[in-house]
């Protein structure tokens, strides 16, 4: 069983509120990431790192911003939630060895902003 | 820009009927290709392919990579309405180190 847990689960917030999303994983992986899924839809890539203070934007154009300042720990932040940021979050993470390995999920944060 | 296209998007069967789904992805530096199968929430790992031929199988799920062609295909035997779920096709990089997901095949199952 994967051990990579997102919290909160569920999360409904007023506009303008900071809001952070946890996610933390204890496989020791190098490689995190996050995805943003509208239902039905496919992942987009917003967030990645590599390891310890590395982050890069991914595909998807998002006004959240990532920190990675241990290697289990990957927290997602929005500054000033909007209700555009609905959504739900899956966040991911993987070992990249001599090649890749597959990616674990988390249990996914869905968002609403009202 | 890094692309994985999967078809079709959406696909309903009957019961005991086989399937197959297919991935086709245009990416530098191509790592390996991985299926994943979503009901509510996280997606679950199905296979992993790095290498061209060589069919992975697990019970009635298999899947094969052609890196010529640039295309997987998952199949399902005998499918039942547990099958039912959004099949994801990701594609692993080296040089970005990042995967790379396509929109999804919706599977319906009708019993």
């Known amino acids: 069983e994967a051990d990579i847990y997102q919290t909160p689960r569920y999360l409904v917030i007023g506009t303008g509120k900071k809001i952070t999303l946890e996610c933390s994983q204890t496989m020791g992986h190098d490689k995190m990431y996050w995805y943003q899924q509208d239902p039905g839809m496919e992942l987009h890539l917003i967030h990645y790192?590599?390891?310890?203070?590395?982050?890069e934007k991914g595909d998807l154009s998002s006004e959240s911003t990532v920190s990675r300042i241990r290697t289990e720990h990957f927290p997602l932040t929005l500054e000033s939630a909007r209700p555009s940021h609905t959504s739900q979050y899956l966040c991911?993470?993987?070992?990249?060895?001599?090649?890749?390995?597959?990616?674990?999920f988390g249990q996914g944060t869905r968002l609403t902003v009202v | 820009e890094d692309k994985v296209v999967q078809s079709p998007l959406s696909l309903v069967v009957h019961e005991g009927d086989t399937v197959t789904l297919n991935c086709s992805y245009e990416?530098?530096?191509?790592?390996?290709l991985l299926w994943y199968k979503q009901e509510k929430k996280a997606p679950t790992f199905l296979f992993m392919l790095?290498?061209?031929?060589i069919e992975k199988k697990s019970g009635r799920l298999s899947s094969i990579l052609d890196k010529k062609e640039l295309f997987s295909i998952l199949n399902i035997t005998a499918t039942q309405t547990g099958d039912s779920a959004i099949y994801l096709c990701a594609v692993g990089t080296q040089g970005a180190q990042k995967l790379v997901f396509g929109q999804g095949t919706r599977l319906t199952i009708n019993p």
């Open positions: 790095t290498s061209s031929g």
């Open positions: 991911a993470s993987s070992e990249y060895a001599r090649g890749w390995t597959e990616a674990f």
């Open positions: 990416v530098t530096n191509f790592r390996s």
């Open positions: 790192s590599y390891g310890v203070n590395s982050t």
